[in-house]
């Protein structure tokens, strides 16, 4: 099983970054997706979910009308589009895919700053 995250880097606030997460090893469109992210300091935050079929998302209440979930089921692919992007969005991005058990990502660094 491997998430492999990538699209992060250094951006200015009020930019935008895209972060995929490319899925192999199982059944991606069986489980649902989500991004999580840690910064220093402080614990692990569910940012965004997506349910298996995609019909359903959710989001953390600080990234809601800025960061759009979405997933690929024929390329097992995850994405996150960040945009108008805060020093406080600043983190590191991990995708995870959940359904009787639970897969990690190594995460995707991102910061925001002038």
């Known amino acids: 099983v491997r998430l492999v995250e990538s699209g992060g880097g250094l951006v200015q606030p009020g930019g935008s970054l895209r972060l995929s997460c490319a899925a192999s090893g199982f059944t991606f469109s069986s489980y649902d997706m989500s991004w999580y992210r840690q910064a220093p300091g402080k614990e692990r935050e569910l940012v965004a979910t997506?349910?298996?079929?995609?019909?359903?998302?959710n989001y953390v209440d600080s990234v809601k009308g800025r960061f759009t979930i979405s997933r690929d089921n024929a390329k097992a692919t995850l994405y996150l589009q960040m945009n108008s992007l805060k020093p406080e969005d600043t983190a590191q991005y991990y995708c995870?895919?959940?359904?009787?058990?639970?897969?990690w990502g190594q995460g995707t660094q991102v910061t925001v700053s002038s």
């Open positions: 995870n895919a959940r359904n009787w058990i639970m897969y």
């Open positions: 997506m349910t298996s079929a995609g019909g359903t998302t």
